[in-house]
């Protein structure tokens, strides 16, 4: 076992129970969505329909997710500069008490009854503390800091690896946790709170517990360069094709995971808690083995072929999932899914226009959207191949001197 002192100067304890604290929060969030959507549309329609609930819960997830993607730009970015003046507890902790407000906000929906836009609230909240994309990289930066040059990526690489089981294991116990109620406590009041216990403790943790490790001498360095003199306008067009790329495939995934929540819950899956959480759960499981996949391969494959891979394997996926009639046809999807990128300012496009696409296709073609992340995803792996071939070229036909 490590010594109570070691153990307070590593972050792997907050990551872990953050993460599984997250898992009852998306399982719960999801469960109490659909219900009371269900619930204010056939108050409005004699007759259920089943388009309409849909409807009702996309058009909840569009705004959602829009807040949760566009609130925390610019808070994440003050805190990121007060984390490089020195301060990096800031940039975790101020988070996780967005983390907590907004899971205590959807407590009060479940006991109280509120209604659920109230969420809007909680997830602007959230995003005003900086959101996860500000309490990631504090952690990831923490990390980097506290590392050699050479123990880094593998420090890295194992932080992820605690997120991914985390979240794995939080999936699975999820929907049962949700289900387990009582003549005092309505179902979900159980995940939920455990939800805010969890979050609860990480901020004791990081406030009061943890303790700074010494930063690593070579983290102070000025990072040297290889020696090898690429063209200026080469370099530039690389990262313009990746980052087209990039959005590319952000918007292929981003919108179709997010419609996803959606299409779980509409016959013939119709998912219970249970099925939800093990969807979730499936989610991390690609994560595992996308992470195992990548070092194992690593060793024989350049980058951009490991990119290309797990972007064809998702276009695989997502399309195979617009066919989707049973909850085993999803998992069969669903393992061919990995390597994701993110882009914020890409995903304020996708969001919206994911879900009207949906909506408008609901009647015909429920799937639709998955065919067309497929798609985009194909179009996306075009600038990466252009990248990996102008690399190649340029390693591969070197001017041999003479004496």
Known sequence: MLPLG???????????????????????????????????????????????????????????NMLS????????????????????????????????????????????????QAMFGGVVVHGLSGGFCSYWA???????????KEDRSLHMMQMELVYGIAGLIGSLVSGHLFQL??????????????????????LIYTIFIFLMPTVSPSAQERNETNGIDTPYSKNILNILLLFAGGILYDVAVGGGMEILMTFEMKE?????ATQVGYGNAAGFLVFLTSFLGVMVMSRWVSDVTLIIIGMV????????????TATYMFYLGITLISLQLSFKIASLAYTPIYTKVYQATLDWFPGFVFTLSSIITVFATIPVSMVGCRAGRADGYERILGD
């Open 6 to 64: 070691t153990l307070r100067k590593r972050i792997e304890p907050v990551v872990l129970c953050a993460q599984i604290a997250s898992a009852f929060f998306d399982t719960g969030l999801q469960m109490v969505v659909k219900e009371q959507c269900a619930i204010a549309t056939d108050a409005l329609n004699p007759i259920p329909n089943e388009d309409s609930r849909q409807k009702a819960m996309s058009n909840f997830y569009m705004i959602y």
């Open 69 to 116: 993607k566009f609130v925390p730009i610019l808070p994440a970015i003050i805190l990121a500069r007060v984390g490089d003046l020195g301060y990096r507890k800031i940039p975790i902790v101020i988070p996780l008490v967005g983390y907590l407000v907004s899971r205590v906000v959807l407590l009060l929906v479940i006991v109280m009854e509120l209604p659920v």
């Open 138 to 148: 504090g952690v990831m930066a923490l990390v980097s800091l506290t590392s050699s």
């Open 181 to 202: 109620y009582s003549v005092d406590f309505k179902q979900g009041t159980l995940l939920v709170s455990l939800s805010v216990f969890l979050y609860f403790v990480c």
């Open 268 to 272: 013939p899956l119709n998912w219970n």
């Open 313 to 324: 394997s998702f276009a695989a996926g997502i399309y195979f999932m617009a066919f989707v």
